[in-house]
């Protein structure tokens, strides 16, 4: 653990994690889910959001009271199990501004294949939250970096649902200041680069697919 790896250890997350792994769980309950496990860990992750203090006027009296400040955020979500874990933020912060990148796993060299960019302006001014349900090879994740990198972006964070070490070592051996929220950390890779114990493929199970 470095304080650039941030995993949430709360009993619910942990409980709903669980049912993720379960094979049983059905597409409409896995996508609940996963909504649900993003809401619980974005507060971790959206903890540095810069906020200015503001008058308001309660029934009693006048205060002043922090209020979000700067751009609105972005979130950007790596297709398609991104999409997801977008939506429940939005309900967090619903003037965020989304972008979304099209990446798939070539199933022979497991390296990411870009396919769709679409981004907000002003990359070099907001706060970038970066979201895809697992972090594995950390493939994906590097490629988006470069995207969001080469975008203007200034600061990204990542937030996945599940990860393990090798993920998080290549994100931090090209991004070290990177800041990763988990809502679990799992053991390794096997040998066709899906995380252990984990929970198959996010995409497959949210949508139903094969």
Same mark, same amino acid.
């Given at each position: 653990? *470095?304080?650039?790896?941030?995993?949430?250890?709360?009993?619910?997350?942990? /409980?709903?994690? &669980?049912?993720?792994?379960?094979?049983? *769980?059905?597409?409409?309950?896995?996508?609940?889910?996963?909504?649900?496990?993003?809401?619980? %860990?974005?507060?971790?992750?959206?903890? /540095?959001?810069?906020?200015?203090?503001?008058?308001?006027?309660?029934?009693?009296? %006048?205060?002043?009271?922090?209020? #979000?400040?700067?751009?609105?955020?972005?979130?950007? =979500?790596? !297709?398609?199990? =991104?999409?997801?874990?977008?939506?429940?933020? !939005?309900?967090?912060?619903? /003037?965020?501004?989304?972008?979304?990148?099209? !990446?798939?796993?070539? @199933?022979?060299?497991? !390296? @990411?294949?870009?396919?769709?960019?679409?981004? @907000?302006?002003? #990359?070099?001014?907001?706060?970038?939250?970066?979201?895809?349900?697992? #972090?594995?090879? =950390?493939?994906?994740?590097?490629?988006?970096?470069?995207?969001?990198? %080469?975008?203007?972006?200034?600061?990204?964070?990542?937030?996945?649902?599940?990860?393990?070490?090798?993920?998080?070592?290549?994100?931090?051996?090209?991004?070290?200041?990177?800041?990763? &929220?988990?809502?679990?950390?799992?053991?390794? #890779?096997?040998?066709?680069?899906?995380?252990?114990?984990?929970?198959?493929?996010?995409?497959?199970?949210?949508?139903? %697919?094969?």
């Amino acid at each position: 653990m *470095t304080r650039k790896l941030n995993v949430v250890d709360h009993p619910l997350v942990a /409980h709903k994690i &669980t049912m993720l792994r379960d094979e049983s *769980t059905e597409p409409s309950s896995f996508r609940s889910l996963c909504g649900e496990v993003t809401l619980l %860990t974005a507060y971790e992750a959206l903890r /540095h959001l810069p906020t200015r203090p503001v008058e308001v006027r309660t029934p009693i009296t %006048t205060t002043r009271s922090p209020m #979000l400040d700067g751009p609105a955020p972005a979130i950007v =979500g790596i !297709l398609r199990a =991104g999409l997801v874990m977008v939506e429940a933020i !939005l309900t967090l912060i619903p /003037h965020g501004r989304v972008g979304h990148l099209g !990446l798939y796993r070539d @199933p022979e060299t497991h !390296l @990411p294949v870009e396919y769709y960019k679409k981004l @907000p302006d002003r #990359l070099d001014e907001r706060e970038v939250l970066l979201v895809d349900p697992m #972090l594995a090879t =950390g493939g994906s994740a590097v490629h988006a970096l470069d995207i969001l990198n %080469t975008a203007g972006a200034s600061r990204v964070d990542l937030l996945s649902i599940i990860g393990c070490p090798e993920g998080v070592a290549a994100v931090h051996d090209r991004y070290p200041d990177t800041v990763i &929220t988990l809502a679990a950390l799992d053991d390794r #890779l096997n040998e066709h680069a899906y995380i252990v114990p984990g929970l198959g493929d996010a995409g497959d199970r949210i949508y139903g %697919t094969k």
